[in-house]
């Protein structure tokens, strides 16, 4: 059974900082592309960044550039997203995704929610 | 990058078709075959039900057909059935090698 299971999430104020953490299991972490998608509850998606099968090259969307870092550990199975700086606006619950051939997300987490607030 | 231009609601009966478009540019939905389509229920994550604008993964009923044309993709259920109503959401690959989603649009069975 695949399983994406993230945390690290939580409350944190503004202009502070939270690492999130997914563990993947049930298929060959390392074979492919990993993505974080969010979306703040009842709003759409949002794509945030992602990280090449290696490690070795990312991408971000403009909103976090600068800000969030993506990393991966292939030998520990684990994506990260390291946030810092965060606004009130990167409030959202935040989904670990797989990415298969296509650029297509057939596996996806439940979700940590991040709540950035004073 | 602006999110993919989606229909905010869409309705219909059951047994019938209905059609949601997804509206890009050719940065993206009409530069390359790479769209997918998912499908959310309430405090659920999305489910993958199209992918490379038409291709079905294991287990999506027959019923979900994607379609493409210039910088619109199209999602069509068929024979539309109560379990449908969800939110559908499309993405697609973009030429600076990122990802970008459609606003959603909201199924409502009648």
């Known amino acids: 059974e695949v399983q994406l299971v993230e945390s690290g999430g939580g409350l944190v104020q503004p202009g502070g900082s939270l690492r999130l953490s997914c563990e993947v299991s049930g298929l060959i972490f390392s074979r492919n592309w990993m993505h974080w998608v969010r979306q703040v509850p009842g709003k759409g998606l949002v794509w945030v960044s992602c990280i090449s099968s290696d490690g070795t090259a990312s991408h971000y969307a403009e909103s976090v550039k600068g800000r969030f870092t993506i990393s991966r550990d292939n030998a520990r199975n684990t994506l990260y997203l390291q946030m810092n700086s965060l606004r009130d606006e990167d409030t959202a619950l935040y989904y670990c995704?797989?990415?298969?051939?296509?650029?297509?997300?057939?596996?996806w987490g439940q979700g940590a929610m991040v709540s950035v607030s004073s | 990058q602006s999110a993919l231009t989606q229909p905010a609601s869409v309705s219909g009966s059951p047994g019938q078709s209905i059609t949601i478009s997804c509206t890009g540019t050719?940065?993206?939905?009409?530069?390359?075959?790479?769209v997918s389509w998912y499908q959310q229920n309430p405090g659920k994550a999305p489910r993958l039900i199209i992918s490379e604008v038409n291709n079905r993964p294991s287990g999506v009923s027959i019923r979900f057909s994607g379609s493409k044309s210039d910088n619109t993709a199209s999602l069509t259920i068929s024979g539309l059935q109560a379990e449908d109503e969800a939110d559908y959401y499309c993405s697609s690959y973009t030429r600076s090698g990122t990802l970008v989603f459609g606003g959603g649009t909201r199924l409502t069975v009648l």
């Open positions: 995704v797989k990415e298969t051939f296509g650029f297509a997300f057939p596996y």
């Open positions: 050719n940065s993206d939905v009409g530069g390359y075959n790479y």
